[in-house]
């Protein structure tokens, strides 16, 4: 133990030589990381509410059908407002028609408080 100690002072004593003096401070020793600090600022930009697109995907082609997943696909879950863009205005008035069962069903599917309202947009 004593030796390593010895080993310890001479490198000290040979490093102090090399650069002219102790060495120097870590200036990165009082810098953060920005994962200590990201989940906190996505959650207050509101960026954590909602779910998974791939699940959100997932789970609208479960509740909507293949035929209607096909043709109307999530486009955003923003403040519980899921937002569906539909290829066809004859889509758009089926869907309109069906809002409330298929709201029923998504909001089963994604969870309570999730999903508080569907939009429906051509495009």
Known sequence: MAKESRLEAMRRAVLREWLGGEEPVRLDSRLHLPKEFLGAILKQAGA????????LREMWKEVAGDFVARHATPA?????????NVLQPAM????????GVLLQKVQQAAGAGVVKSIRFQVG
């Not at 758009?92 to 809002?99: I, S």
């Open 48 to 55: 954590t509410e909602g779910i998974d697109e791939e699940r």
């Open 92 to 99: 758009r008035f089926h869907l309109e028609q069906t809002r």
């Open 76 to 84: 955003s879950l923003k403040g519980g407002c899921l937002t569906l």
